[in-house]
């Protein structure tokens, strides 16, 4: 539903709004959010100053990046089209983490990824028609 709402509310805004500043706002309203979650559910939060810029790098690479190209392939290919290149993410997170990582890989990834390439190709055939 929370993700529904944010490409709906990203669509509507980043023809109106620079996507530079969609992503600003959106990391930011997040970073708040999760930070409220974790002093109101009193979470320990222990962080030293050398985990600094590793969490910098990957809030940078890992959700900066990633964010800022998923609202401007909204403005440019629409949500239907975006949502469906969004959801590939999941098979080729199951791909790398069997061939880098070396994890196993199990009957429920098997699953998830053919739920995930039989939605796509339903919904591509659907949009093509």
Known sequence: MFFAADINISKYVSDRIDSKRITQITSFVSGLVALGIMFTLDIPFDISFTHIPGILLSGLLGTGIATFFFVLSLKFIGSVRTTL????????GVMFSWAILG???????????????SGIFFLRKRISS
């Open 85 to 92: 290149l969004y959801s590939t993410g999941t098979a080729f």
């Open 103 to 117: 994890e196993v890989i199990s009957i429920i990834n098997i699953l998830t990824v053919i739920m995930i390439i």
